[in-house]
């Protein structure tokens, strides 16, 4: 059974960075594509950033420059480097682990063969 668990939300200000981190079990993790994903309050859940098991990455606009999506694959770790974090930046993070999961893929969600983790909360004051 796959497990996903993300750690290292928290508060932070404005211009500040986070490290978000997301530990793998129960799943060949280098054979995997691991994404991270973001749902802010009310809204629906989207794309962040992906990397495949080759260390190919692709992240949304609006985090391209200030975010880094890496992977170690000796620990099962997928990680997500913020700096300068903004207030719009707040919301729910999930990371979510693919199997058969591409960049172009992954920024539409895992496939049904996918899986989530709890998430944790971000929040980024002004």
């Known amino acids: 059974q796959v497990q996903l668990v993300e750690s290292g939300g928290g508060l932070v200000q404005s211009g500040g960075s986070l490290r978000l981190s997301c530990a793998v079990s129960?799943?060949?993790?280098?054979?995997?594509?691991m994404g991270w994903y973001r749902q802010a309050p009310g809204s629906y859940r989207k794309f962040v950033a992906a990397?495949?098991?080759?260390?190919?990455?692709d992240y949304a606009d609006s985090v391209k420059g200030r975010f880094t999506i890496s992977r170690d694959n000796a620990k099962m770790m997928a990680y997500l480097q913020m700096h300068n974090l903004k207030p719009e930046d707040t919301a729910v993070y999930f990371c979510?682990?693919?199997?058969?999961?591409?960049?172009?893929?992954?920024?539409?969600?895992?496939?049904?063969?996918?899986?989530w983790g709890q998430g944790t909360q971000v929040t980024v004051s002004s």
């Open positions: 990397i495949t098991s080759n260390g190919n990455t």
């Open positions: 129960g799943t060949s993790f280098s054979l995997t594509t």
């Open positions: 979510a682990a693919d199997r058969l999961g591409t960049l172009v893929s992954m920024s539409y969600g895992p496939s049904e063969l996918g899986t």
